[in-house]
């Protein structure tokens, strides 16, 4: 037996529990507890979807993500899709230039070849529709029953311009809060393509959002913040964002858009659709007088049509994001405890 | 149903086997007749360890491994020393120095605590050895019963040094083949440390061979190829440098180390040492002039003692690896056909 050294005494769980991979309250628990203690340095405490490192003069973004979904095909994607967007997002949120990817499968005995060849050709879609190819890969197989059918690694680098610094931490009183359309599409179409609800027509938004995102680079320098708002949804992100920049948000419930469907099974599950996962949506963080021109140019976008400032940064020190509901009072929106829907990405 | 094009008409299995995640011919035939099909490009279809690629004015080397090994601790090592030693030796082989690891862990429900910190002080270990961070990770939990455990997967970016190109398509006759040491440990103590066989001692040879191959890279241009010899054994490698040089090498049984115990293990089960994994050696093909300085230099590291010429490059092109027996006959070295041991990395 090796002797572990009690770093640990501060990560009080025994056991790994679901909400340790969930992305939320305990994941960051076993991150900064546990996991900092061994491996804790000062580009990965940042805790940054993309890393941004120096490799001699240039400056690259690189960054990696596990995709366990379930079921591997959904509404509007699969596993193989969203394996490819949700690597090509974290990079393009850095600001960065998405330029390679790694594919690592582990797949389970008997796995049929059709379904293969499926994610495969959504994956080829994707990284055509990019112009990102797939550089380096690793295939393992391990037997019935040690894995539930895939699960698929992808990492990515991608090169930061010159100049460029995207951060929340650039964040600044009186920036406008833009979304790009619907929020809690991906996390719905996961849950009600698993179970047999009766509730059908929910496509995920499992999108690249790299081109869109180069657009909008491109109109100058009044981008602060972007940032994906995967796991933990909208709130997730705002409420990070907060911390990060020590500044107060204040959004408006009647401008987030959530589709009618999408927001009436939320209504019957009590879920909550501030936190419920979204694979093709960015928040943006903008200068007031380039709102509106990041704005049209996100809407020029078949990814940005449904754009929308969607509230503001406060010019008050502060980590807390205020929703100002459609019956007029204000809520606070707590960063979430832990995912609803487990296994969404 | 997604409809697929029939580019999967040359990959004539129905489900995927243990076979096509092994590193061999089978393993080959799911890389090339499908996955190739629907991702392949120059530079993935070099099938290198590591992509080398350009970012600007830098070349970097890229690489990907996910990690299934069974047991996850091992005699010499376990799932996290692995994953680390793995992804380091593989941009180590292509000359870059590895400068970034990114690390993704997918962990089944009620894993250990305890367990996991001892994975990460392995882990911890060989990163400071090398002075190498992870800089960017990724989580993800499962429920029970639908994964083994615990799979890792590590990616990694190094840097390319100016000038250096270290392809077997150097490879030149007359070449001399070194390894650094005893084939067959890792494969041999992952074996014995699943079954309960009676025979213990055998130690995994698995270790990070960044610095070593740092060092001997100094001693000047005579390096022309450099591989690490995992899944498929020495004979793999040789198998797959001779084809890409299209040189006939030539190796010498009585001088290939094999430890004594792990020989005799091996004669029992009738298992071949020449095509057991191994996680910390490496062939390399060195210029017959330089062959001396480099010998000296490996066994001047502690990962080298045992370094030793096993043969080399004839003056003939074919794609064929013979092995003078002990004795006195010619053994074609075929490429395998499949693991004999499977998930030992």
């Known amino acids: 037996m ?12 025994d056991q790994i529990l679901i909400s340790h991979g969930d992305g939320g309250a305990k994941t960051g ?28 003069s240039d400056k690259i973004a690189f960054t990696t993500d596990s995709f366990v979904v379930k079921p591997i095909f959904f509404s509007g994607g699969d596993i193989g899709k969203l394996s490819i967007c949700g690597t090509l997002n974290d990079i393009s949120c850095s600001g960065a230039k998405p330029l390679y990817l790694s594919l690592s499968f ?49 990492s990515g680098v991608g090169a930061v311009p010159p100049g460029l610094e995207i951060s929340p931490l650039n964040i600044k009183p009186k920036d406008k809060i833009i979304i790009n359309g619907s929020i809690a599409d991906h996390g719905i179409s996961v849950l009600t393509s698993r179970e047999n609800f009766g509730f059908k027509g929910i496509k995920s938004d499992c999108a690249p959002l790299s081109i869109m995102i180069e657009e909008v680079l491109k109109t100058g320098s009044g981008i602060h913040a972007i940032r994906d708002a995967t796991r933990g949804g909208l709130a997730s992100v ?33 879920l909550d659709p501030l936190y419920i996962a979204n694979e093709g949506k960015m928040v943006l963080f903008v200068d007031p007088k380039d709102a509106n021109q990041v704005l049209a140019t996100l809407k ?29 009072t204000n809520r606070i929106i707590d960063r979430f405890y832990s995912e609803q829907l487990p296994r969404i990405c």
Not at 2 to 13: P, R, Y
Not at 109 to 117: D, I, N, S, Y
Request: hydrophobic share 40%; aromatic share 8%; proline share 1%.
């Open 106 to 154: 582990i797949i389970e005995e008997g796995f049929q070849t059709k379904e293969l060849a499926k994610i495969l050709k959504s994956m080829k879609s994707v990284l055509d529709e990019v112009s990102v190819p797939v550089v380096t890969g690793d295939t393992k197989v391990v037997e019935k029953n040690n894995i539930d059918k895939i699960f698929i690694n992808t």
């Open 238 to 270: 705002l409420n990070e964002f907060s911390e990060i920049s020590n500044y107060q948000f204040k959004i408006y419930e009647e401008l987030i858009p959530v589709n009618k469907k999408v927001y009436a099974i939320c209504e019957f599950l009590g």
């Open 29 to 56: 628990e076993l991150i900064k507890n546990l996991i900092f203690n061994f491996l804790g340095n000062s580009i990965l405490e940042k805790m940054e979807d993309s890393a941004v490192l120096k490799i001699n």
């Open 300 to 328: 020029n976008n078949r990814y940005g049509r449904n754009s929308v400032i969607i509230g503001e940064v406060e010019n008050t020190r502060d980590s807390v994001v205020i929703m100002k509901t459609k019956i007029g």
């Open 2 to 13: 090796i002797q572990v050294k009690d770093n640990t005494s501060k990560f009080n769980d």
